[in-house]
């Protein structure tokens, strides 16, 4: 299907937005932490034509005999459902999170399609909120700058579409450049590009898609934040951004098991992200590789969010000469990436599936990313 298709006229303009990988620095965002994401060649278009009306309806390649509907006067998360809450909550937080004033205006057709694989955790829901702010943005002709856009984007994911996110996919999604990893403060939203320069080294990113699918709407992603957020009113601060590796003894004392490991991962993720900046800077991509290592056990063994799939993909990449390996994403499924040289990119690909078909799994969708540009007017 197509917008000419389902709405009968063509669009008058086309925004895309990319999808992410998050390098390194996983949960840190929600505690006001640093990360370091990049945006990945793999993109979300919204077409859309202007209407003389207040309604907006939203329509999709991946549902194409599906019309939603809703009026600029009735925005409202609780009329809000499924997939379609990621365009309809957008606007619906322009107006709420961010001022904007939409009693005089009008609406839109909206038609998206996507190559950002959904469920992989390379962020399919932040792509669509991005280019939909940013054409929203545009086309409405309000003053809002994309760092605005991005708290529009987290505000719309967690209060329309209920999935308690940080800030790090739509920073990621809106302010990427090519060959370039975003270092995000998210507590200040300071943000420097810094230089990945993988093309120079002869390396790629490997992205291993588990297909093990998840949901930060539900189960554990929601528990995790809540044990973060327990940790850091016993230790009496305001997030765990203010915690040092220092204090984790202290913190020991003071917390059950399980609380302390969420919070060690937190406190240590933030620091590998520091480190990680660091090394690129002073040494390149090649020295980062030990970092990667260290997050994913992290998150394997203290946060609890890997899967046997995704340790599997790690393990194997590892085994058949990645640089560094990783899961990235919320966790509970989804994808790892492998930093590699780019004549081991088949090899390692292979050793990877056959490793997948012997363990019983379903086959992965193995593919490389290259960091590209944010958000953009097509």
């Not at 309809?88 to 004033?101: N, T």
């Not at 694989?117 to 962020?123: F, H």
């Amino acid at each position: 299907m197509t917008f000419q298709q389902v709405y009968g006229y063509e669009p008058a303009v086309r925004y895309s937005a990319p999808g992410r990988v998050n390098l390194i620095g996983e949960h840190t965002d929600y505690n006001d932490g640093y990360v370091l994401p990049f945006a990945i060649d793999r993109r979300t278009v919204a077409s859309i034509g202007q209407r003389d009306d207040r309604l907006i309806r939203v329509a999709s390649a991946f549902e194409p005999d599906a019309v939603h509907e809703l009026s600029l006067d009735e925005l409202d998360p609780s009329r809000m459902q499924g997939w379609s809450a990621y365009v309809f909550g957008i606007a619906w937080a322009l107006r709420e999170q961010a001022g904007a004033d939409l009693s005089d205006k009008t609406g839109f057709d909206v038609f998206i399609e996507s190559d950002v694989p959904v469920g992989a955790g390379l962020s399919s829901s932040a792509a669509i909120e991005c280019g939909v702010a940013l054409a929203f943005t545009d086309l409405w002709e309000l003053d809002l700058d994309r760092k605005t856009l991005a708290r529009v984007g987290q505000y719309s994911e967690n209060h329309a579409v209920g999935a308690p996110t940080g800030i790090m996919d739509q920073s990621a999604s809106l302010l990427g450049e090519q060959d370039a990893v975003v270092f995000l403060d998210c507590r200040t939203l300071d943000t420097a590009v810094v230089d990945l320069a993988l093309e120079a080294n002869g390396l790629e990113v490997l992205v291993i898609d588990t297909r093990v699918e998840h949901a930060h709407a539900t189960g554990g992603y929601k528990a995790r934040r809540d044990s973060c957020e327990r940790g850091a009113q016993v230790l009496g601060v305001e997030a765990l951004r203010d915690v040092s590796v220092d204090d984790l003894p202290r913190a020991q004392e003071l917390l059950d098991d399980e609380t302390f490991r969420r919070v060690r991962h937190i406190v240590t993720e933030d620091q590998r992200v520091l480190d990680t900046v660091r090394t690129l800077r002073e040494q390149g991509p090649r020295a980062i590789g030990d970092l990667l290592v260290a997050s994913h056990a992290s998150m394997r063994d203290d946060f609890e969010i890997s899967v046997p799939e995704l340790d599997l993909a790690v393990s194997t990449a590892l085994e058949h000469g990645a640089v560094g390996a990783r899961m990235t994403g919320g966790g509970f499924g989804g994808a790892a990436i492998a930093l590699v040289d780019r004549e081991a990119r088949d090899t390692i690909t292979t050793a990877v599936t056959s490793a997948f078909a012997a363990a019983g799994y379903r086959e992965p969708t193995v593919f490389t990313v290259h960091a590209a540009q944010g958000a953009r007017r097509d």
